[in-house]
């Protein structure tokens, strides 16, 4: 009961009539310069990453560990404050990053950022199977825009010596998602496993919430497109370079 008034407390709300306090312009212009090399992450898995380990974890998978400060904010996120712009753009030209075997977003900050902006995880996306006579730079840019939301092509001409002819024939591509972690086998969703998806329990019944498996060790193929896991590489739940 006491914990129940004491957080009923904490969020009181004082309404719109309460007086407007006005910052002075050096008081903001300081606290800009503090937070403009800044990055945002979110958990993707909720039940399955812990905010306050990976606030703790992230800096020191970075190699920043004494360069950056993490605190926690509003609506279930983390900001790391970077020194430098250079430590901070490294940290996302090396991205994406997991946690626990599953997926983070991190987002630069800006004073615009909103809740919301936290949607997206860049991912780079080799596409396999492509006829060697129809493989260029601007074909693999083409099937991007096709298939994904597309950023970017990471083409070399000189790495494309291995592959078939094909003649007038409709083939299948194969797409392998790098640094892809955690995700859920049944609807391809990185937000929950298959033991805990909604579209299995509404198709098994008698899955219950007990189920606690985790679909990174279910020998369940993936779906279409996804990478195969390795089963000999043990995984253990702590952050890592994905």
């Not at 407007?20 to 898995?45: C, G, R, T, Y």
């Amino acid at each position: 009961m006491t914990d129940k008034i004491h957080k009923k407390m904490q969020e009181i709300s004082f309404g719109v009539n309460d007086g407007i306090v006005h910052l002075p312009l050096d008081l903001i212009e300081e606290a800009s310069a503090e937070n403009q090399f800044s990055l945002v992450a979110k958990q993707v898995n909720l039940r399955r990453q812990n905010l306050r380990a990976l606030m703790t974890a992230f800096p020191r998978l970075w190699g920043v560990s004494d360069e950056v400060v993490g605190r926690l904010i509003e609506h279930h996120r983390v900001q790391f404050i970077f020194q430098t712009e250079d430590s901070m753009l490294s940290v996302l030209r090396r991205g994406p990053w997991s946690f626990n075997e599953w997926m983070c977003v991190i987002q630069r900050w800006s004073p615009e950022h909103m809740e919301d902006d936290l949607q997206d995880i860049a991912f780079w996306v080799q596409v396999r199977g492509i006829p060697c006579q129809y493989l260029s730079g601007r074909m693999v840019s083409h099937i991007g825009r096709v298939m994904f939301r597309f950023i970017e092509t990471d083409f070399n001409n000189e790495g494309s010596s291995n592959l078939d002819y094909f003649g007038s024939q409709t083939v299948t591509l194969r797409f392998r998602y790098e640094k892809l972690r955690g995700f859920c086998n049944q609807c391809g969703l990185m937000t929950h496993s298959a033991s805990e998806c909604p579209t299995e329990e509404d198709n098994n019944p008698h899955h219950g919430p007990e189920d606690d498996d985790d679909d990174a060790d279910d020998d369940d193929p993936p779906p279409p497109g996804f990478p195969e896991k390795d089963h000999d590489e043990p995984t253990f739940p702590h952050a890592q370079e994905t």
